[in-house]
């Protein structure tokens, strides 16, 4: 069965990129460079999302330690540039490398359990590098480790503001193309089909370890990028990069965006940040509105807000 | 018997102080259809179980094909020819009937570590995937999930995934489970139609259908095989008419 080329998830995934691209157009129109700087940073929570949705939403594997290849991508970078490496392209591929290496690893112990132990070994990871950045006195500590230069890849300048936020949403979207090619493929089909039914996979013939791991490891890989990313933006690295509030808040992203859906989790982000944003300039005590809406999304909208915006069945 | 193609010798599996299965002997020739039946918790599912690699029996050997594979994991002897059908209806409830399908397909095709090629459109898959289906009547329900086959379809398409994946060996967990007559009748047809090709183990508690599609039989009960042999031999044998038989008649 031949789905047709224009359906609406996808015409409603062509508009979000379209609105994110114009974000800098009515940042300078408006003169508020500000939100050039929020809608960047939320893409970096976006791809963030996404990549957890790899693991989360397709593989079922409810990862709470995310925020610790966030954090490994950009010490990546933050080492780096300490020690004087000035070109992006090396830091970000380091970035990758590393968080790649560490997903491998976190990936292989923690897969070897499931359902709580699952959760709650991939958060005892996720802390132990949060305490590993804080001991690094060398490079900041607690107090964090800002960074000279966002430096430039060959024409690209990161100093400038719009062009890395034009740099960040090619990569979204990359990894956005990326995800959907990797769920709609073979190995896609194996993950969700051990998701759904693990007996059954396994009476196929599908051993479900190994394509879970590949499955992890793609994941933090994406994240460390994220990581990368964030590190580069706010030209500063620090430990509260890697608390644990932060691998919650990366869930609900996903989980409030619609789960298994790719793009509903960059959809996630744009609202739980730019929530975040709107009423934390009423009330200091802003959770306290966002936590009933959550509460009413996950009640009411069974496959988040992408379900509600994309129809019932996914995209 | 000089080369089964499955033999299961001196086989224990304890659950607690429990023998689901007591030093279990058992061997199918290459295209026999050999059903194993027995009273409830007999051991009739921890038996397949142990065969198919869910569970790792505490003692005993199992050899397919002239390979030892007690400690082979279940995947591997799915890919080897062991191929399992469930008692509980056990789907990708998401999915619909040819992606089931085409999972089986793509596992037996070898590895899934691709991930570039859309396997929604991949020929590949869909034309073996849509034979499986049609072997068992479903062809014309392919694109619909799971969810909304009828219990009989979906019993139906537990046995064409086992069939997808070619198995030298089917290990059928009560196919007839939960049918009414007229499903049962078919699923009965579609077995005696597969009579010869694949080798059979069958569990199952439709009398009718065992003595229909049998080769030989082994009556089970708390673990341990009492009786084995030709139908006739076995409806005759006065152990297993008090065991089992018996009791039900």
Redesign the interface.
């Given at each position: 069965m031949r789905v047709p080329v224009i359906d609406r998830p996808r015409i409603a995934t062509f508009l979000l990129f379209g609105l994110l691209a114009l974000v800098p157009v009515y940042a300078g129109l408006f003169d508020q460079p500000f939100y050039l700087t929020l809608f960047a940073r939320v893409m970096i929570f976006a791809l963030a999302a996404v990549s957890l949705d790899l693991v989360l939403g397709f593989g079922g594997m409810v990862s709470f330690g995310h925020a610790a290849y966030l954090g490994v991508g950009a010490y990546a970078v933050g080492i780096l540039a300490y020690h004087g490496v000035d070109s992006v392209l090396v830091r970000w591929s380091v970035a990758i490398l590393a968080s790649a290496a560490v997903a491998l690893f976190i990936g292989s112990v923690s897969l070897r359990t499931s359902g709580m132990y699952f959760i709650m070994i991939t958060l005892a990871f996720a802390q132990m590098l949060f305490y590993l950045a804080v001991s690094l006195k060398a490079y900041g500590g607690d107090d964090g480790l800002p960074i000279a230069q966002r430096g430039a890849i060959g024409p690209i300048d990161l100093n400038s503001s719009t062009q890395l936020y034009y740099l960040i949403l090619v990569l979204l979207g990359l990894a956005l193309a990326l995800a959907h090619r990797i769920i709609g493929s073979r190995f896609g089909r194996a993950l969700e089909g051990a998701k759904w039914n693990e007996r059954r996979a396994v009476a196929l013939g599908i051993a479900p370890y190994r394509y879970r791991l590949v499955a992890f490891v793609i994941s933090g890989t994406i994240c460390g990028l994220a990581g990368a990313l964030l590190a580069t933006l706010t030209s500063f690295v620090s430990p509260s990069y890697m608390a644990w509030t932060r691998s919650g808040e990366i869930i609900v992203m996903v989980v409030l965006g619609g789960m298994a859906t790719l793009t509903g989790p960059i959809v996630g982000a744009i609202v739980l940040l730019v929530l975040e944003e709107i009423l934390a300039t009423i009330t200091i005590h802003w959770m306290l509105i966002l936590g009933p809406v959550l509460v009413l999304v996950v009640l009411f909208a069974r496959r988040g807000l992408w379900g509600w915006i994309a129809g019932a069945r996914h995209g | 018997m000089a080369e089964a193609l499955l033999t299961v010798s001196g086989v224990i599996k304890r659950f607690g102080g429990i023998a689901a299965s007591d030093g279990v002997d058992l061997s199918i020739a290459r295209g026999e259809c050999h059903a194993v039946i027995g009273p409830n918790g007999a051991g009739k599912t921890t038996l397949i179980a142990q065969v198919?690699g869910?569970l790792r029996p505490d003692a005993g050997r199992i050899v397919f094909d002239g390979a030892d594979v007690t400690h082979e994991?279940?995947?591997?002897r799915?890919?080897s020819g062991l191929?399992?059908s469930?008692q509980v209806t056990?789907?990708?409830?998401?999915?619909?009937a040819i992606?089931n399908a085409?999972?089986?397909i793509?596992?037996?095709q070898g590895h899934?570590?691709?991930?570039?090629?859309?396997?929604?459109?991949?020929r590949s898959?869909n034309e073996p995937a849509m034979a499986a289906l049609a072997r068992v009547g479903l062809e014309g329900r392919a694109?619909v999930p799971v969810g909304a086959l009828a219990h009989g379809e979906q019993r139906a398409l537990e046995i064409a995934?086992a069939l997808a994946?070619e198995p030298r060996l089917l290990l059928l967990d009560e196919p007839m489970a939960g049918m009414g007559p007229s499903d049962a009748a078919r699923m009965i047809a579609l077995l005696d139609g597969l009579k010869g090709r694949v080798a059979m183990l069958l569990v199952e508690h439709d009398m009718d259908a065992v003595f229909r599609l049998a080769d030989r039989i082994s009556v089970l009960v708390y673990g341990k095989v009492i009786a084995s042999g030709r139908p006739e031999d076995v409806r005759a044998d006065a152990e297993v008419k008090r065991a089992y038989l018996g009791e039900a008649a």
């Amino acid at each position: 069965m031949r789905v047709p080329v224009i359906d609406r998830p996808r015409i409603a995934t062509f508009l979000l990129f379209g609105l994110l691209a114009l974000v800098p157009v009515y940042a300078g129109l408006f003169d508020q460079p500000f939100y050039l700087t929020l809608f960047a940073r939320v893409m970096i929570f976006a791809l963030a999302a996404v990549s957890l949705d790899l693991v989360l939403g397709f593989g079922g594997m409810v990862s709470f330690g995310h925020a610790a290849y966030l954090g490994v991508g950009a010490y990546a970078v933050g080492i780096l540039a300490y020690h004087g490496v000035d070109s992006v392209l090396v830091r970000w591929s380091v970035a990758i490398l590393a968080s790649a290496a560490v997903a491998l690893f976190i990936g292989s112990v923690s897969l070897r359990t499931s359902g709580m132990y699952f959760i709650m070994i991939t958060l005892a990871f996720a802390q132990m590098l949060f305490y590993l950045a804080v001991s690094l006195k060398a490079y900041g500590g607690d107090d964090g480790l800002p960074i000279a230069q966002r430096g430039a890849i060959g024409p690209i300048d990161l100093n400038s503001s719009t062009q890395l936020y034009y740099l960040i949403l090619v990569l979204l979207g990359l990894a956005l193309a990326l995800a959907h090619r990797i769920i709609g493929s073979r190995f896609g089909r194996a993950l969700e089909g051990a998701k759904w039914n693990e007996r059954r996979a396994v009476a196929l013939g599908i051993a479900p370890y190994r394509y879970r791991l590949v499955a992890f490891v793609i994941s933090g890989t994406i994240c460390g990028l994220a990581g990368a990313l964030l590190a580069t933006l706010t030209s500063f690295v620090s430990p509260s990069y890697m608390a644990w509030t932060r691998s919650g808040e990366i869930i609900v992203m996903v989980v409030l965006g619609g789960m298994a859906t790719l793009t509903g989790p960059i959809v996630g982000a744009i609202v739980l940040l730019v929530l975040e944003e709107i009423l934390a300039t009423i009330t200091i005590h802003w959770m306290l509105i966002l936590g009933p809406v959550l509460v009413l999304v996950v009640l009411f909208a069974r496959r988040g807000l992408w379900g509600w915006i994309a129809g019932a069945r996914h995209g | 018997m000089a080369e089964a193609l499955l033999t299961v010798s001196g086989v224990i599996k304890r659950f607690g102080g429990i023998a689901a299965s007591d030093g279990v002997d058992l061997s199918i020739a290459r295209g026999e259809c050999h059903a194993v039946i027995g009273p409830n918790g007999a051991g009739k599912t921890t038996l397949i179980a142990q065969v198919s690699g869910e569970l790792r029996p505490d003692a005993g050997r199992i050899v397919f094909d002239g390979a030892d594979v007690t400690h082979e994991p279940a995947p591997r002897r799915a890919r080897s020819g062991l191929a399992r059908s469930f008692q509980v209806t056990c789907l990708i409830p998401s999915f619909t009937a040819i992606e089931n399908a085409a999972l089986a397909i793509q596992a037996r095709q070898g590895h899934s570590f691709r991930f570039w090629r859309e396997a929604r459109g991949d020929r590949s898959l869909n034309e073996p995937a849509m034979a499986a289906l049609a072997r068992v009547g479903l062809e014309g329900r392919a694109n619909v999930p799971v969810g909304a086959l009828a219990h009989g379809e979906q019993r139906a398409l537990e046995i064409a995934l086992a069939l997808a994946l070619e198995p030298r060996l089917l290990l059928l967990d009560e196919p007839m489970a939960g049918m009414g007559p007229s499903d049962a009748a078919r699923m009965i047809a579609l077995l005696d139609g597969l009579k010869g090709r694949v080798a059979m183990l069958l569990v199952e508690h439709d009398m009718d259908a065992v003595f229909r599609l049998a080769d030989r039989i082994s009556v089970l009960v708390y673990g341990k095989v009492i009786a084995s042999g030709r139908p006739e031999d076995v409806r005759a044998d006065a152990e297993v008419k008090r065991a089992y038989l018996g009791e039900a008649a």
